[in-house]
């Protein structure tokens, strides 16, 4: 050992490379977000253009206008293109020009809607992943029992089901729970208000959260599987540790790393709402929201949704990246 | 314990388990609003807009009737005009102007007095407006100015006579609300309840409350100068899904569901306490053909087929079609035989023609023989060697699907070649404005006034080039006549009703006379609502037709509950239960979930067993 340090050349001062590390790891992580969300932003603008369709002949259809009317309003399309990208991203979210389909601002219609989904899908995939975490990790640990066996069958049927034919069965069978909408007309009163909410969010969060827990369960099981092999595990028994110490502080900890990427993912894709469990309960979320943009199309609308879709899952893998970081102290050091 | 029972139990066990947040909800059920008589109606498409000057879906144009008043309405028995906020009104005799009568001693929500003022004020802010004309343009044209002459006499002067001025469908606003909001704002205003502040109005009822792709809940103005509601409150919720509002509405949870599809509305017949009901409305579908697409300046535009242009193609393209057939397998029976464009829910209008284009093969063939048609040896007829393939570009939907697929057989019969091509709503606009079809299955509905639905088939609604870019307008045929064009002015200035109705009806002899289209039908309106539990409604026009959503606001003045029962029996009505059908199905997909979970678990076990060994 001594003679090789010695016949080695002399490597002069230590340097700390910038971009390795975990602050480096940090920042390569952040400013790859940043380039995407500005690539989308980009994207987005000329990607709505190429659309086919007369946004202006779509929303005279069916009013009683003037043709100099339709004129005008032709006029503030036919700006150049120039012009209307820079304005475009100098603030795609206050877009002067209306939604076409509602006439109103689209911040403000993005806005309305942003809540009902969060609450909806954020509720399911709590639920199912603290649910779907819980019956991996029981069923994985005891892999081939009883319990892993009708857990695996019933999660899989349930994952095969398509969500609104969930959602219709769901509704027809529990015929006490309210048949869509958020709210009771009328009711006021913060608690009043928490509890009616609450009672309506009952079926689709179920709904959802059904088939979101296949998924996490598959996954926690599996990687849990992964892990029983491993020789860690060994070591551990061989100090004595009792079984389901082993399995709370060694095996999974270490399995729960792919379903935390899984349930950051899902959180990203929150904002793009559930449309199908939406639909049958009549929930007014974003999925609807941007649905209904689409069918027009309703260029101003769809391009703040798509940009929210976008941010909501690029800040979120971003989060999964960093958060991965923590858990796993190998991630950054390489 | 078996265990395959033991494996089934613990398959409801975790059904159980995800009921469980259901369970402890259940405890805590809201109460609905004591002691007030309320009346739901589920809608499928929400309110776009509560601002009358930007809504556009027929949802919210009833909410403004509710709101607002007209200065005419439209009366239930024949959709005849009718004296409303103006209890009368009469042409100068010069012609030259029109002076309404102001009902005296109504009031505005906020306790205001509505005088001809307001009116005046509404008028003029659309006919000098210019984001107010986008819903309204139409009916002021020919209005120069309005002008309140006292409290209660408002004069509208005109450009030239015009038969418009007995169907003015414009609400009328309270000028100290919106004389604040200027024209840019206007845009976007809202017109919602705020801070629990109803909006200001004079109809028979008010927004209290709105929440948006939800439910708007409006209350009663008992002080309405037609009568007093017999309801407390009115509400629209809306509904994404149409079975979703059908089980509402056999739950009880809304008395009445508006707009059902067929499917819906046939699950829904024979049910205890539903009544199902299919109203004669006032639209109609139709073959449009492209009868030489061209610029209003008569320039020809698109690529339709030449021989649609001749008129004997499109006579035997009309009598080649079976209505009778589209009525019964494409509406289920809810419509009948369509004929010319003003549909028979307005008698007065509508023209009756004396010989009919009905279905015969036969006939359509000999016409096509005489007009130099041969049929070719592949039993397609040609003419100058261009043979009678034509494009039929039809909607989404099942109702116009089915139609063009019969069209392409029948067609095929007397020796025309179709090809059936689906596409959306949108993309098909876009296609007709440019002139690129030849023939698309689509419809109309048809306003009381028939002035609008009249335009669309003169040479100067067809489209117009703006820049080098072309544009739709109304007419979806490129029908041009110019004598049809003469009687629709003449109709235009026309104020005698009953001459003005035979300037029509000639009018729609000529287009059914030169096949402009090959009409289909006339559809139902239709709706379901819980009879065991309202009464009171009066159908427009009687006796078949529309029970809400009319031409002014009948029915919702009489509805009532049938008879006066007390809350708690009321509720315990409303508590229908399962029915057995419900349980069966429960059960099924219980059982289905049941024993697929069983047999997974199964498959799964034999492979563990197979991977150990």
Redesign the interface.
């Given at each position: 050992m001594a003679t090789a340090t010695v016949s080695s050349p002399d490597p002069g001062p230590v340097k700390t490379p910038f971009l390795t590390g975990t602050r480096g790891y940090v920042i390569r992580k952040i400013s790859w977000s940043l380039g995407t969300l500005l690539f989308v932003l980009v994207f987005n603008f000329f990607l709505f253009r190429l659309l086919?369709?007369?946004p202006?002949?779509?929303y005279s259809?069916?009013?009683?206008?003037?043709?100099e009317?339709?004129?005008?309003l032709?006029a503030q399309l036919?700006r150049p293109v120039g012009a209307q990208f820079l304005e475009y991203l100098s603030n795609p979210f206050a877009s002067t020009i209306?939604s076409v389909?509602?006439?109103?601002?689209v911040w403000?219609l993005v806005g309305?809607?942003v809540w009902?989904t969060v609450l909806l899908v954020g509720t399911s995939i709590l639920?199912a992943s603290v649910?779907g975490v819980w019956l991996g990790i029981r069923s994985g640990w005891r892999r081939?029992g009883?319990f892993d066996?009708?857990?695996?069958?019933?999660t899989?049927?349930?994952y095969?089901?398509p969500e609104f034919w969930v959602g219709?069965?769901l509704?027809?069978?529990?015929?006490?729970?309210?048949?869509?909408?958020?709210?009771?007309?009328?009711?006021t009163g913060l608690l009043?208000t928490i509890?009616?909410t609450?009672?309506h969010m009952?079926?689709p969060?179920?709904a959802l959260?059904?088939v979101y827990?296949a998924e996490y369960t598959s996954i926690m099981r599996a990687s849990l599987v992964d892990e029983l092999r491993q020789d860690y595990l060994q070591l551990a028994r061989a100090k004595g540790l009792r079984e389901d110490l082993v399995r709370r502080r060694h095996a999974v900890p270490n399995a729960l790393l792919p379903t935390m990427t899984l349930i950051f993912l899902n959180l990203g894709f929150v904002i793009g709402g559930a449309i199908t469990v939406?639909?049958?309960?009549?929930w007014?979320g974003l999925g609807?929201l941007s649905y209904e943009a689409l069918?027009?199309?309703d260029i101003p609308l769809l391009q703040a949704v798509f940009l929210l879709f976008s941010i909501g899952v690029v800040v979120f893998t971003l989060f999964a990246d960093l958060l991965y970081a923590v858990l796993d102290p190998r991630v950054s050091s390489q | 314990m078996h265990h395959l029972v033991r494996r089934a139990l613990s398959v409801a066990i975790a059904a159980g388990l995800l009921a469980a947040p259901a369970a402890t909800a259940l405890a805590q059920a809201p109460a609905p609003a004591q002691g007030k008589v309320t009346f739901t109606v589920g809608i499928q498409s929400d309110v776009d807009s509560t601002n009358p000057f930007t809504g556009i879906v027929v949802e919210a144009y009833e909410s403004y009737a509710l709101m607002y008043d007209y200065l005419v309405s439209s009366k239930p028995e024949d959709v005849s005009p009718m004296p409303s906020l103006a209890e009368s009104y009469q042409e100068a005799p010069d012609k030259k102007s029109w002076t309404y009568k102001i009902r005296a001693g109504v009031k505005w929500s906020d306790g205001q007095p509505l005088t001809a003022r307001d009116a005046a004020y509404t008028y003029n802010r659309v006919i000098k407006g210019d984001f107010e004309q986008t819903n309204y343009g139409n009916y002021v044209t020919n209005i120069e100015r309005a002008e309140a002459t006292d409290d209660t006499t408002l004069v509208l002067y005109v450009k030239k006579p015009t038969p418009i001025m007995e169907r003015l469908a414009i609400p009328i606003l309270p000028e100290h609300i919106w004389k604040d909001i200027d024209g840019t704002e206007v845009k976007s205003f809202a017109n919602e309840p705020e801070n629990g502040q109803p909006i200001v109005g004079s109809g028979p009822f008010r927004l209290v409350e709105r929440r948006k792709g939800q439910f708007l809940r409006f209350e009663a103005n008992k002080e309405y100068w037609r009568g007093a509601p017999k309801i407390d409150e009115l509400v629209f919720r809306v509904f994404l899904n149409a079975d979703a509002e059908a089980q509402a509405l056999t739950r009880g949870e809304i008395d009445f569901a508006y707009d059902l599809q067929s499917n819906v509305y046939e699950s829904l017949k024979n049910k205890p306490g539903i009544t199902t009901r299919s109203s004669q409305y006032p639209g109609f579908n139709e073959i449009a053909f492209n009868n030489g697409a061209a610029l209003a300046d008569g320039t020809p535009i698109g690529d339709g087929h030449p021989a649609l242009k001749d008129k004997q193609v499109r006579l035997a393209i009309s009598q080649a079609i079976d209505r009778d057939v589209l009525v019964e397998r494409v509406l289920q029976g809810h419509g009948s035989p369509a004929d010319t464009f003003i549909p028979p829910m307005y008698p007065a209008l509508h023209l009756d023609p004396a010989t009919k284009q009905t279905f015969d093969p036969a006939k359509a063939n000999q016409i096509l023989d005489a007009a130099g048609y041969p049929k070719g040896a592949d039993g397609v007829r040609a003419k100058d060697g261009k043979k009678l393939e034509l494009r039929l570009f039809v909607r989404e939907g099942a109702e116009s699907e089915a139609t063009g697929e019969f069209v392409k057989t029948w067609l095929k019969d007397i020796g025309i070649e179709v090809n059936v091509k689906v596409m959306s709503e949108d993309a098909l606009t876009e296609i007709i404005g440019q002139g690129e079809y030849d023939m698309f299955e689509w419809g109309w509905v048809v306003e009381p006034d028939p002035d609008y639905q009249m335009s669309v088939f003169t040479c100067g609604k067809r489209s117009y080039k703006d820049g080098d870019s072309i544009f739709a307008d109304l007419s979806d045929s490129f029908y041009c006549n110019p004598e049809y064009d003469k009687l629709y002015e003449q109709q235009a200035g026309e104020t005698d009703p009953a001459k003005r109705a035979e300037l029509a009806k000639r009018m729609q002899q000529m287009v059914y006379d030169d096949a402009a289209y090959a009409m289909t039908y006339y559809y139902n309106d239709m709706v379901a609502y819980r009879s065991d539990k309202w009464t009171g409604f009066v159908p427009q026009p009687a006796p078949d037709g529309s029970l809400l959503f009319q031409y002014g606001i009948h029915s919702y003045l009489t509805i009532e509950p049938v008879k006066a029962t007390s809350p708690a029996a009321a509720a315990a009505a409303e508590d229908g239960g399962m029915s057995p059908a419900l349980i069966a199905v429960v059960v099924g997909g219980l059982a289905v979930v049941a024993v697929a979970g069983v047999l997974v678990a199964r498959r799964r076990r034999t492979a563990d067993a197979d991977e150990r060994e």
């Amino acid at each position: 050992m001594a003679t090789a340090t010695v016949s080695s050349p002399d490597p002069g001062p230590v340097k700390t490379p910038f971009l390795t590390g975990t602050r480096g790891y940090v920042i390569r992580k952040i400013s790859w977000s940043l380039g995407t969300l500005l690539f989308v932003l980009v994207f987005n603008f000329f990607l709505f253009r190429l659309l086919p369709g007369d946004p202006i002949g779509l929303y005279s259809r069916g009013r009683n206008m003037a043709p100099e009317q339709l004129v005008k309003l032709r006029a503030q399309l036919n700006r150049p293109v120039g012009a209307q990208f820079l304005e475009y991203l100098s603030n795609p979210f206050a877009s002067t020009i209306n939604s076409v389909r509602f006439n109103r601002p689209v911040w403000e219609l993005v806005g309305e809607r942003v809540w009902p989904t969060v609450l909806l899908v954020g509720t399911s995939i709590l639920i199912a992943s603290v649910a779907g975490v819980w019956l991996g990790i029981r069923s994985g640990w005891r892999r081939g029992g009883t319990f892993d066996r009708w857990t695996t069958g019933t999660t899989n049927t349930l994952y095969a089901m398509p969500e609104f034919w969930v959602g219709m069965v769901l509704l027809i069978a529990l015929p006490f729970f309210p048949s869509g909408g958020i709210s009771t007309p009328g009711v006021t009163g913060l608690l009043d208000t928490i509890l009616d909410t609450a009672w309506h969010m009952v079926l689709p969060v179920t709904a959802l959260a059904i088939v979101y827990l296949a998924e996490y369960t598959s996954i926690m099981r599996a990687s849990l599987v992964d892990e029983l092999r491993q020789d860690y595990l060994q070591l551990a028994r061989a100090k004595g540790l009792r079984e389901d110490l082993v399995r709370r502080r060694h095996a999974v900890p270490n399995a729960l790393l792919p379903t935390m990427t899984l349930i950051f993912l899902n959180l990203g894709f929150v904002i793009g709402g559930a449309i199908t469990v939406e639909t049958v309960y009549s929930w007014p979320g974003l999925g609807l929201l941007s649905y209904e943009a689409l069918r027009g199309p309703d260029i101003p609308l769809l391009q703040a949704v798509f940009l929210l879709f976008s941010i909501g899952v690029v800040v979120f893998t971003l989060f999964a990246d960093l958060l991965y970081a923590v858990l796993d102290p190998r991630v950054s050091s390489q | 314990m078996h265990h395959l029972v033991r494996r089934a139990l613990s398959v409801a066990i975790a059904a159980g388990l995800l009921a469980a947040p259901a369970a402890t909800a259940l405890a805590q059920a809201p109460a609905p609003a004591q002691g007030k008589v309320t009346f739901t109606v589920g809608i499928q498409s929400d309110v776009d807009s509560t601002n009358p000057f930007t809504g556009i879906v027929v949802e919210a144009y009833e909410s403004y009737a509710l709101m607002y008043d007209y200065l005419v309405s439209s009366k239930p028995e024949d959709v005849s005009p009718m004296p409303s906020l103006a209890e009368s009104y009469q042409e100068a005799p010069d012609k030259k102007s029109w002076t309404y009568k102001i009902r005296a001693g109504v009031k505005w929500s906020d306790g205001q007095p509505l005088t001809a003022r307001d009116a005046a004020y509404t008028y003029n802010r659309v006919i000098k407006g210019d984001f107010e004309q986008t819903n309204y343009g139409n009916y002021v044209t020919n209005i120069e100015r309005a002008e309140a002459t006292d409290d209660t006499t408002l004069v509208l002067y005109v450009k030239k006579p015009t038969p418009i001025m007995e169907r003015l469908a414009i609400p009328i606003l309270p000028e100290h609300i919106w004389k604040d909001i200027d024209g840019t704002e206007v845009k976007s205003f809202a017109n919602e309840p705020e801070n629990g502040q109803p909006i200001v109005g004079s109809g028979p009822f008010r927004l209290v409350e709105r929440r948006k792709g939800q439910f708007l809940r409006f209350e009663a103005n008992k002080e309405y100068w037609r009568g007093a509601p017999k309801i407390d409150e009115l509400v629209f919720r809306v509904f994404l899904n149409a079975d979703a509002e059908a089980q509402a509405l056999t739950r009880g949870e809304i008395d009445f569901a508006y707009d059902l599809q067929s499917n819906v509305y046939e699950s829904l017949k024979n049910k205890p306490g539903i009544t199902t009901r299919s109203s004669q409305y006032p639209g109609f579908n139709e073959i449009a053909f492209n009868n030489g697409a061209a610029l209003a300046d008569g320039t020809p535009i698109g690529d339709g087929h030449p021989a649609l242009k001749d008129k004997q193609v499109r006579l035997a393209i009309s009598q080649a079609i079976d209505r009778d057939v589209l009525v019964e397998r494409v509406l289920q029976g809810h419509g009948s035989p369509a004929d010319t464009f003003i549909p028979p829910m307005y008698p007065a209008l509508h023209l009756d023609p004396a010989t009919k284009q009905t279905f015969d093969p036969a006939k359509a063939n000999q016409i096509l023989d005489a007009a130099g048609y041969p049929k070719g040896a592949d039993g397609v007829r040609a003419k100058d060697g261009k043979k009678l393939e034509l494009r039929l570009f039809v909607r989404e939907g099942a109702e116009s699907e089915a139609t063009g697929e019969f069209v392409k057989t029948w067609l095929k019969d007397i020796g025309i070649e179709v090809n059936v091509k689906v596409m959306s709503e949108d993309a098909l606009t876009e296609i007709i404005g440019q002139g690129e079809y030849d023939m698309f299955e689509w419809g109309w509905v048809v306003e009381p006034d028939p002035d609008y639905q009249m335009s669309v088939f003169t040479c100067g609604k067809r489209s117009y080039k703006d820049g080098d870019s072309i544009f739709a307008d109304l007419s979806d045929s490129f029908y041009c006549n110019p004598e049809y064009d003469k009687l629709y002015e003449q109709q235009a200035g026309e104020t005698d009703p009953a001459k003005r109705a035979e300037l029509a009806k000639r009018m729609q002899q000529m287009v059914y006379d030169d096949a402009a289209y090959a009409m289909t039908y006339y559809y139902n309106d239709m709706v379901a609502y819980r009879s065991d539990k309202w009464t009171g409604f009066v159908p427009q026009p009687a006796p078949d037709g529309s029970l809400l959503f009319q031409y002014g606001i009948h029915s919702y003045l009489t509805i009532e509950p049938v008879k006066a029962t007390s809350p708690a029996a009321a509720a315990a009505a409303e508590d229908g239960g399962m029915s057995p059908a419900l349980i069966a199905v429960v059960v099924g997909g219980l059982a289905v979930v049941a024993v697929a979970g069983v047999l997974v678990a199964r498959r799964r076990r034999t492979a563990d067993a197979d991977e150990r060994e």
